[in-house]
């Protein structure tokens, strides 16, 4: 043990002990150098002989996690070589487990329990999307720290590990039982993301419940066995979570954090209002029919269910003068067969995104038609039997989310959207935009964030590659000229925010100047001349991308 009062490495002095785990003690220690507050985890050597665990494997596994940073993770910022144990100096996390609160408090509150969870998506999906990705492998209260705040930490990366393709399983198995899934206690392939997913679960579980799955009965019962009063939808995500197989769990934590986003719209209660909701205004239409009043009600769309084909329906849905009533018919289109993408392609470019910009309320909206159901099927499980046009309204969808959801875009849904894309037959263009556009937004968790020593986290040659990757092609062919000026939008902006992260990652000058040139030329092959030029939003994207290019210039110039 280290003793109080000592300094390490002629810089860390040891104010006290604050915690103790099996293999290791942390202490609260001071940089009086620098006047800030450190934990080190101090890992006997003796401790380790009788585990799975080498030293060497630890090494290996500390210094992959110091070249991580993100706001729910601590960092790691120096390993020491002491005597006869490792010293691990990182962040003080002020604050105390989730473990304490619920051993403490008991059940954690359900709309607490939620929003911890998205955190702890968040930074898993972040960890997750290293190259190679990193496995956490055991999650649960006890290394979960709350601050003050009301913000959580992820600490206590002792199992974490990388994932590699050319395994079958893994070296080691390691975990907490109770929390952990099947595959980490062997033969069952090696962990990965869906590893974590059902210890997420397990967690979410506890917390919510108060039940600890490593006590009796040891068993992952439905969360309303133990509180009638806890919602359906959240209970519907932790099963999933739980899944024994990892095939059908959810496969990624963006899925997880959407549906966290939208648990209540799971609910039977709420599903079974929005029938209601359909139910009546079945019956309303049928008494209106059977009162000869459909002659008189030519102009409702109620009317075209009878009269007119799909396609009419669409066409003449664009025709309404009101955008209400255009949502409206495009809405009805949509329940007369729900497996076709177009009309809800069309309620999202020419409603939603009328105006460049996705709201909150809209998507909200959107969720809603989509959870709708016809027999025994939601309008979305319907929808997925038509593989390419459930591609293609992914698609959108996942632009709609990137670039346009609330004015400022949001990468986090976006790739949930994109990934169902990627998956679809859209094309070569499109399918690689889509996975181009999923890799980018794991970038904006980064984006700005630097490590104790400076350096950014985001690895800008990468980043650049795929920035030019997206813009390639006849994007107002192959897609429309409003989605091809708002990813040249993007580019030009980006160059204009990161030109000396670029620089630094071996980008020229030259290069970024060149791929200004590049959007100029395709909007004047690609937009100007065309049909598309006369529209207003078009004119108004193109003069802002014309000011962000002006902006990337003459940073340019000032740079060179």
Not at 241 to 256: E, S
Request: net charge negative; charged share 25%; proline share 2%.
């Amino acid at each position: 043990m280290l003793e109080i009062g000592s300094v390490i490495d002629g810089k860390y002095k040891i104010l006290n002990k604050i915690g103790q785990g099996g293999m290791s003690i942390v202490y609260l220690a001071m940089n009086e150098r620098a006047n800030k507050q450190w934990a080190i985890k101090e890992i006997r050597k003796d401790a380790m002989a009788n585990s799975d665990i080498t030293m060497q494997s630890l090494r290996n596994e500390i210094e992959m996690l110091k070249n991580l940073s993100h706001p729910n993770l601590p960092s790691i910022v120096d390993i020491i070589d002491y005597n006869d144990a490792l010293l691990i100096v990182m962040d003080y996390v002020e604050g105390n487990t989730l473990s304490k609160a619920v051993n403490e408090l008991g059940a954690q509150p359900q709309e607490y329990v939620i929003e911890w969870a998205k955190q702890l998506c968040n930074v898993l999906g972040y960890l997750h999307s290293q190259n190679p990705p990193i496995i956490y492998r055991d999650l649960k209260p006890g290394n979960i720290m709350l601050k003050p705040d009301g913000t959580i930490v992820l600490i206590d990366f002792g199992t974490a590990r990388q994932y590699k393709a050319e395994n079958t399983e893994d070296t080691t198995c390691l975990g907490t039982r109770g929390y952990a899934a099947p595959e980490q206690f062997g033969g069952q392939g090696q962990t990965d993301a869906r590893t974590d997913i059902y210890c997420l679960g397990t967690t979410m579980y506890h917390l919510v419940t108060g039940k600890n799955p490593s006590e009796p009965p040891y068993e992952i019962y439905p969360i309303r066995y133990w509180n009638g009063a806890l919602s359906q939808g959240f209970e519907q995500i932790i099963l999933k979570c739980t899944q024994l197989d990892p095939a059908k769990r959810y496969q990624n934590c963006a899925q997880v954090l959407y549906d966290l986003e939208h648990y209540f719209e799971l609910d039977n209660s709420y599903r079974n209002k929005e029938k209601a909701k359909m139910v009546t205004f079945s019956i309303t239409l049928f008494l209106a029919i059977v009162c000869g009043l459909g002659a008189f009600l030519a102009h409702n769309h109620s009317t075209t269910f009878q009269a007119e084909s799909y396609e009419e329906m669409i066409e003449r849905s664009g025709t309404y003068e009101t955008i209400e009533d255009m949502k409206k018919a495009y809405k009805d289109a949509v329940s007369v067969d729900p497996a076709k993408a177009d009309a809800y392609i069309a309620l999202l470019d020419k409603i939603y995104l009328a105006d460049d910009v996705f709201s909150e309320d809209e998507a909200m909206e959107l969720r809603e038609l989509l959870i709708q159901t016809k027999g025994k099927s939601t309008y979305e499980e319907l929808l997925t039997k038509n593989k390419e046009g459930y591609s293609l309204f992914a698609y959108r969808l996942g632009l709609a989310y990137f670039y346009s959801y609330e004015g400022e875009g949001n990468k986090q849904q976006s790739a949930y959207w994109l990934n169902k894309a990627a998956e679809g037959d859209l094309g070569e263009n499109r399918n690689a935009r889509a996975k181009r556009l999923g890799a980018i937004a794991s970038y904006y968790v980064n984006l700005g964030s630097i490590d104790k020593t400076g350096d950014s986290q985001i690895d800008y040659a990468q980043y650049w590659s795929d920035l030019v990757a997206v813009c390639k092609g006849d994007i107002a062919k192959e897609d429309n000229a409003n989605t091809a000026l708002v990813i040249y939008k993007e580019m030009a902006s980006q160059i204009y925010s990161n030109l000396q992260n670029f620089a630094k990652a071996g980008v020229s000058y030259s290069d970024m100047e060149l791929q200004l040139i590049n959007i100029e030329q395709h909007v004047r092959d690609d937009i100007n001349g065309t049909d598309a030029e006369e529209n207003d939003r078009v004119k108004e994207l193109e003069e802002e991308l014309n000011n962000n290019i002006e902006k990337a210039r003459q940073a340019i110039m000032v740079a060179e």
